[in-house]
């Protein structure tokens, strides 16, 4: 199988409300089948029709999302072909691993970590494969960026989850845990 393409759009579908970046990846296989495997969604404006899903986030539900959208701040949200999200992780980038959600906003000018700080999913799978797009996403456009963590509670459900998805667990803190990927 190889890759054959590759694209951005500045969200003009149907799909979509307001501004935002899509990534689309083709893959070809046998007999020039052609599948599309992946649309990360990038949420950058408060028009964005995924903002209403917010209010659904199990772990955070409580940060408002004028925390969520802004400088050092994305939200990624992978969709299947009809525009439905499939998955949501909100992300912060900072210079330190935060201990708690108090030290997960701080202004820096040139961070060197994101903090993946929620994450869920509406299909089986879905959250795996966000987390690694979205990590993918940045390597490749935010060469600054060279830690990726978590802030995630300290429930059974996420050490499995991130330690399933290869994430190490880096430090256990007084109400949260980090969890590496490397």
């Not at 772990?59 to 949501?88: M, Q, Y």
Request: include cysteine.
């Amino acid at each position: 199988m190889d890759i054959i393409s590759v694209f951005e759009t500045d969200g003009g579908s149907s799909i979509l409300s307001g501004p935002a970046i899509i990534l689309v990846f083709y893959i070809k296989y046998t007999h020039n089948v052609i599948y599309k495997v992946t649309m990360l969604h990038f949420v950058q404006s408060f028009s964005d029709n995924i903002i209403d899903l917010l209010k659904e986030d199990p772990v955070r539900p409580h940060i408002p999302t004028s925390s969520r959208i802004g400088a050092n701040r994305d939200i990624f949200v992978l969709r299947d072909e009809s525009g439905k999200a499939k998955a949501i992780t909100c992300a912060s980038y900072q210079n330190n691993v935060p201990l708690d959600e108090s030290e997960l906003f701080e202004p820096v000018t040139e961070p060197s970590i994101v903090v993946f700080y929620t994450i869920w999913s509406y299909a089986p799978g879905a959250g795996r494969e966000l987390i690694f797009d979205a990590v993918r996403h940045i390597r490749e456009n935010k060469p600054n960026i060279k830690r990726f963590v978590t802030l995630s509670p300290p429930t059974e459900m996420a050490r499995k989850f991130h330690i399933k998805n290869g994430a190490n667990t880096f430090r256990i803190n007084e109400s949260t845990v980090n969890y590496e990927y490397l």
